[in-house]
T-cell receptor
Framework: AQSVTQLGSHVSVSEGALVLLRCNYSSSVPPYLFWYVQYPNQGLQLLLKYTTGATLVKGINGFEAEFKKSETSFHLTKPSAHMSDAAEYFCAVSPLNTGGFKTIFGAGTRLFVKA | DTAVSQTPKYLVTQMGNDKSIKCEQNLGHDTMYWYKQDSKKFLKIMFSYNNKELIINETVPNRFSPKSPDKAHLNLHINSLELGDSAVYFC?????????????FGPGTRLTVT
């Protein structure tokens, strides 16, 4: 079965520092890959996604992620953290053989940004 | 206009009661979902509907019964509520049942069972 592993349930960075949130998936066939962000007391919203084509994907709010098939990874980065980036981040995969009806989410990583 | 809306936002009720959560999307999407997010923020799919037809039922107790009167609405009825049902329930939608499309989430309904 497909699974998604996010390394680190909590990540803390200083404002202005690099943000790196890790995501690995298990699949013999690369699925479609997503990063979502959840601000407190809100629903999830899409940050970025990888379907096909360029493996470096740019998203909203300065975030980007790189799909590495050989490492089955899709890590999320941002060069310089801002206080407003503090939120819960979810990596998700949508296996090609489920028609998009079953997206599997990682356990989430809570990002703390220190002033 | 809110793309995916849910009512109510908060629901506090006692064990054994029956309650419903309503979801509406105005995006013209074909596919809708219900997710449960527990206290540790773990998000799990419960149901997927495509064009009012149930596609995915992820071993959810049959006390939970989704209903889709039309493509824009997906309601969740819960019978005989238990303490373990306390969670945040999210409705979501996507354009169609194709894996490349992202999902649009509602604001969530926080259910507390006492």
């Amino acid at each position: 079965a497909q699974s998604v592993t996010q390394l680190g349930s909590h990540v803390s960075v200083s404002e202005g520092a690099l943000v790196l949130l890790r995501c690995n998936y298990s699949s013999s066939v690369p699925p479609y890959l997503f990063w979502y962000v959840q601000y407190p007391n809100q629903g999830l919203q899409l940050l970025l996604k990888y379907t096909t084509g360029a493996t470096l994907v740019k998203g909203i709010n300065g975030f980007e992620a790189e799909f590495k098939k050989s490492e089955t990874s899709f890590h999320l980065t941002k060069p310089s953290a801002h206080m407003s980036d503090a939120a819960e981040y979810f990596c998700a995969v949508s296996p090609l053989n489920t028609g998009g009806f079953k997206t599997i989410f990682g356990a989430g990583t809570r990002l703390f940004v220190k002033a | 206009d809110t793309a995916v809306s849910q009512t109510p936002k908060y629901l506090v009720t006692q064990m054994g009661n029956d309650k419903s959560i309503k979801c509406e999307q105005n995006l013209g999407h074909d596919t809708m979902y219900w997710y449960k997010q527990d206290s540790k923020k773990f998000l799990k799919i419960m149901f997927s509907y495509n064009n009012k037809e149930l596609i995915i039922n992820e071993t959810v107790p049959n006390r939970f019964s989704p209903k889709s009167p039309d493509k824009a609405h997906l309601n969740l009825h819960i019978n005989s509520l238990e303490l373990g049902d306390s969670a945040v329930y999210f409705c979501a939608s996507s354009p169609t049942g194709t894996a490349e499309y992202e999902q649009y989430f509602g604001p969530g309904t926080r259910l507390t069972v006492t």
